[in-house]
């Protein structure tokens, strides 16, 4: 009888250690996987940064000072539309189109944001959108695609000398670029999520709803201080 009793508290107490153990590996792959997908996240949002920065710094460029308030275009808080003479920088046109020409037509450059996707989870939806970006050089074809996701809209804020929000657009010296991301490709529980205990729900959904990165950037166009 104790024998058996011994093999039966053997057997609950391997099961009791079989299961921590497979908790344990849960936990530690969820977090691995929710690791190397925030890493990925970060790096796209600072490539998606750095597209952004470059563009903005051409604005303006080669553009005669005599047309310098028809340089910005649109300055909406999700669009912004810019002419630049992009052919005559050797470095920036011919990494994009190969062949160089030069002439006096200003070339265009816009960013715009939309809706990408929507991920619903329960009572709870978050919202991504597209960065859009749109080049048109004269004597080529235009270039247009979209260059990263975010989860806010109002991206672009125009700002005067001393970093002040301007009141009209020729007044703009610098734009400053607001970005933010979450990621929707985390490791959450199902099981949790569907749970009726809302505080478990809302703590695992914290996962998904955090604001994995920012990024805030002021970019001063030398071509808007003439």
Not at 44 to 66: F, H, T, V, W
Not at 141 to 155: D, M, P, Q
């Amino acid at each position: 009888m104790s024998t058996m009793i011994d093999i039966i508290g053997g057997i609950m107490i391997g099961s009791i250690l079989l299961l921590v153990s497979m908790t344990a590996m849960d936990n530690a792959l969820q977090q691995f996987v929710n690791h190397n997908a925030d890493a990925i996240v970060q790096n796209e949002l600072a490539s998606l940064s750095n597209i952004i920065q470059d563009d903005l710094r051409k604005m303006g460029y080669a553009i005669p000072e005599a047309q310098q308030s028809q340089i910005l275009q649109v300055a909406d808080s999700n669009r912004v539309v810019f002419i630049s003479n992009l052919n005559q920088d050797r470095d920036y046109f011919e990494v994009v189109h190969g062949n160089l020409h030069t002439d006096q037509i200003p070339d265009t450059v816009e960013f715009s944001v939309a809706p990408l996707d929507t991920f619903v989870f329960m009572d709870t939806s978050i919202v991504l959108y597209s960065i859009n970006r749109r080049v048109k050089v004269s004597q080529e074809s235009e270039v247009s695609g979209s260059i990263g996701t975010i989860s806010n809209t109002a991206v672009f804020r125009y700002l005067n000398q001393v970093g002040q929000e301007v009141s009209y657009i020729p007044a703009t010296v610098m734009v400053e670029v607001t970005l933010i991301t979450v990621n929707p490709n985390i490791y959450i529980s199902d099981e949790v999520i569907e749970a009726n205990d809302p505080v478990e729900r809302m703590r695992e959904l914290r996962k998904l709803l955090r604001e994995s990165y920012w990024r805030q950037t002021r970019v001063i166009s030398k071509n808007l201080r003439r």
